[in-house]
């Protein structure tokens, strides 16, 4: 069952699912497993037919940026990044800059795998008051998920979610018209 969320964005909780219309102007396929269950943990973005990014993720965090180009009606990878902020308090610093560097109105994707809590600290607050996310700053148990959609300078994010430890991975496919 896919949700209208906002004017264009529709969600269908699932992993690369289907889509009602052809091509859309953007597609992004979001999963991720908490580690003690398996399952997938997948980052994929494509824009009219054509693959942005792809990435599996390594522990912890894939992030990437998007904008769109509005002669073209068409998105552009800007950035991507992997980082293992669990097991690194430097790659915790630098996702807080990768954040900070985004430009306004420019699209943020994160998924995450194993242990996206420890070092969250680093950015978490930069996602709340840039991306007007709720779920970022909780308490979060170890091998946790996360998974977000969310536009710089918007108050609430297009889409958020967390999985708790022992939970089935958690998935998405967003498209806009």
């Known amino acids: 069952m896919s949700i209208s969320y906002g004017p264009k964005w529709n969600i269908i909780s699932s992993y690369n699912a289907t889509v009602p219309i052809s091509d859309p102007l953007l597609k992004i396929s979001i999963s991720s497993g908490g580690g003690d269950l398996g399952g997938t943990w997948d980052h ?3 824009s009219r037919g ?3 990014y ?5 522990r912890s965090y894939v992030a990437s940026t998007y904008r769109i180009n509005t002669s073209t009606g068409a998105f552009t990878n800007i950035s991507s990044t992997r980082l293992d902020v669990y097991g ?3 790659d915790a610093a630098s996702m807080n800059t990768f954040i900070t560097n985004i430009t306004i109105g420019d699209l943020l994707v994160i998924s995450t795998w194993d242990e996206p809590n420890n070092n969250k600290n680093y950015f978490s607050q930069n996602l709340i008051d ?3 996310c709720t ?3 909780n308490s979060w148990e170890g091998r946790s998920q996360y998974l977000l959609v969310a536009v710089k300078g918007k108050k609430a994010p297009i889409y958020e979610r967390y999985g708790a430890r022992y939970q089935q991975s958690i998935s998405a496919t967003l ?3």
Do not use: K, R
Request: avoid cysteine; hydrophobic fraction near 40%.
């Open 44 to 46: 994929t973005i494509s």
């Open 50 to 52: 054509t693959e942005l």
């Open 54 to 58: 792809y990435g599996n993720i390594i």
């Open 88 to 90: 690194s308090p430097t």
């Open 130 to 132: 840039n991306f007007g």
């Open 135 to 137: 779920l970022i700053g």
């Open 175 to 177: 498209w806009l018209n």
